[in-house]
């Protein structure tokens, strides 16, 4: 049975840890599927990790519903019985520009990509009532809170809530991303012990990246974690150094071809064409 939103919350109440993956094609979400993850995320970060942007600023709703599809087939192949649930990032400025532009980007996504459900970051009080739309029209959202990427002209890619003042307001905030009917809350890059109280105080599962062990899952970018991604996060360190090892390996097979053949000049004139064979 493929997993839905609501069963995520069956899982923490259940005491199961859940695990989130990026994916920004149909390789990566094969390779994420077949290590058995329950969710799959087609994660903004895709404008840095694979269209080399600087920041996730950039990256279009058009771009990521093309990423999205991609990743959808990929698990289509994968795992056709079992396939982990699939949420998609809403780009900057897709949400934030009135609510009938946001529910109808929301829609897309879910209309023509195999996504089920959608991220947002924030909980100004503009992003509730648009959350609160989406729910009512029936989309499942995934809330974002602490580091917001999608703010980094504001809040840069530091450490969040360091102080009580804030670690009180991201409570409250959490609280009304619940109340406003998202399904999941991802907390980026926050004190640990903080991530650790959300996850108790909330009915709804805390899925941290760079918030310690206390959520009630993990979320990691899929590059980040092989040592694939040309920036690395400290708060997310690489199981593997993957690209230093493909650099290698590759080296290793141009260098097997034998040494590289200086460019050949053009031919003046046209050569004469090869006798046609008998037939
Ligand atoms: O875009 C992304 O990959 C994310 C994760 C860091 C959670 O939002």
Same mark, same amino acid.
């Given at each position: 049975?493929p997993?839905?939103? #609501? ?11 859940? $695990?989130?993956?990026?994916? &920004?094609?149909? *390789?990566?979400?094969? =390779?994420?599927?077949? #290590? ?17 942007h ?5 990256? $279009? ?7 999205c ?8 192949? /994968? #795992? ?7 949420i ?19 829609g ?7 996504? =089920?459900? @959608?991220?947002l ?8 009532? =648009?959350?609160? !739309?989406? @729910? ?11 580091l $917001?990427?999608?703010?980094?002209h ?15 307001? *991201? ?8 109340? /406003?009917g ?7 890059? =926050?004190?640990?012990?903080? /991530?650790?109280? *959300? ?9 941290g ?18 040592? *694939? ?17 493909a650099?290698? @390996?590759?080296?290793? &097979?141009? !260098? ?12 003046? $004139? ?10």
């Open positions: 049975m997993l839905r939103p #609501a069963d995520l919350t069956r899982r923490k109440q259940a005491g199961l840890p859940i $695990t989130l993956l990026t994916a &920004w094609d149909a *390789l990566s979400a094969a =390779v994420v599927a077949g #290590a058995g993850v329950d969710a799959v995320l087609v994660g903004d970060s895709l404008a840095m990790v694979v269209l080399g600087a920041t996730t600023l950039p990256v $279009t709703l058009e771009e990521m519903l093309h990423h599809r991609a990743a959808g087939r990929g698990l289509a192949a /994968a #795992a056709p019985h079992d396939p982990p649930l699939l998609c990032d809403l780009p900057f400025l897709s949400y934030q520009c009135g609510a009938d532009e946001a529910v109808a980007a929301a897309r996504v879910l209309k023509e990509t195999p996504a =089920v459900a @959608v991220k970051e924030g909980a100004e009080p503009e992003t509730l009532a =648009v959350i609160d !739309r989406m @729910v009512r029209s029936g989309i499942p959202v995934m809330g974002h809170l602490g $917001t990427p999608q703010s980094v504001q809040l840069g890619y530091r450490r969040q809530a360091g102080d009580p003042v804030s670690q009180e307001r *991201l409570r409250r905030r959490a609280l009304a991303l619940q109340e /406003a998202c399904f999941a809350l991802v907390i980026e890059h =926050v004190p640990a012990e903080l /991530a650790s109280v *959300l996850s108790a105080a909330l009915v709804i599962p805390v899925i990246i760079g918030a310690g062990d206390g959520c009630d899952g993990q979320v990691r970018v899929t590059a980040d974690l092989l040592g *694939l991604s040309s920036r690395q996060p400290p708060f997310s360190p690489p199981l593997i150094q993957g690209r230093a090892l650099v290698k @390996v590759l080296g290793r &097979w141009v !260098r097997q071809q034998g040494p590289a053949a200086a460019p050949s000049p053009a031919p003046a $004139t046209r050569p004469a064409s090869p006798a046609a064979p008998h037939c």
